[in-house]
């Protein structure tokens, strides 16, 4: 069965490097998205992407966000400078309207 | 303020028994998705739904849109149900989702 595949599945970093998290959609899959978990706490809507753009975005969504879809299949979340609180779990989702489908995500750790 | 609201927060059953979980949603929206994510983090979709009722296996969910709730049945639960169970609301604005803190399910034997 097709899944969407996240990578890395861990990552630790400093303060203020940039970070970029990839994910691989099911192939026919037309919408993305990506969401946070902060341990212990609830899912967070980030982004979604449509037709090569975004089509929503949420408040946590600043300016040290960004997202890209570079070649056809990759999907790719990038923070410009990372902070303490962007210690998160970061899932990627694809859906072709219908169920979503979840990567297993990807754990980010800034020290 | 939460968008999505579920309850209860934590609930413990002995297997075999018929659960329940609630969500209330204050927001428009286009389609009502039941998650599962387990205690390694992963999530799975267990349901989508605009209007009325949908089964799978053990698994009911029903959703009334004129009072904005929704409700996931398990029935005969079994110690593998042990989950914690989400419920998000994708809004009919556009493409965002607002997400319930989720209920955390034991299934004791």
């Known amino acids: 069965e097709p899944e969407v595949t996240q990578t890395p599945s861990h990552q630790v970093t400093q303060m203020g490097q940039e970070v970029i998290l990839r994910c691989v959609p099911i192939?026919?899959?037309?919408?993305f998205y990506w969401y946070r978990q902060i341990l212990g706490q609830k899912v967070e809507f980030l982004v979604s992407?449509?037709?090569?753009?975004?089509?929503?975005k949420s408040e946590i969504f600043d300016d040290q966000f960004s997202v890209e879809r570079p070649d056809g299949s990759n999907f790719t979340l990038k923070i410009r400078s990372t902070k303490l609180e962007d210690s998160a779990m970061y899932f990627c989702?694809?859906?072709?309207?219908?169920?979503?489908?979840f990567g297993a995500g990807s754990r980010l750790t800034v020290l | 303020k939460n968008e999505v609201e579920q309850s209860p927060q934590n609930l413990t059953a002995q297997e075999g028994e018929f659960i329940t979980i609630n969500c209330s949603y204050s927001?428009?929206?286009?389609?009502l998705h039941w998650l599962q994510q387990h205690p390694g983090g992963g999530i799975v979709s267990l349901f989508m739904?605009?209007?009325g009722k949908k089964k799978h296996g053990r698994l009911i969910a029903t959703i009334n849109i004129q009072e904005k709730h929704s409700s996931l049945h398990i029935t005969a639960s079994h110690p593998r149900d042990s989950a914690v169970y989400i419920c998000?609301?994708?809004?009919?604005?556009?493409?965002?989702?607002?997400f319930g803190t989720g209920t955390s399910l034991t299934v004791i034997p």
């Open positions: 739904l605009s209007s």
């Open positions: 989702a694809s859906t072709d309207r219908a169920a979503q489908n």
């Open positions: 998000a609301a994708r809004s009919n604005t556009g493409n965002q989702f607002y």
């Open positions: 992407f449509y037709n090569n753009e975004i089509s929503e």
């Open positions: 192939s026919n899959h037309l919408y």
């Open positions: 927001v428009g929206i286009s389609a």
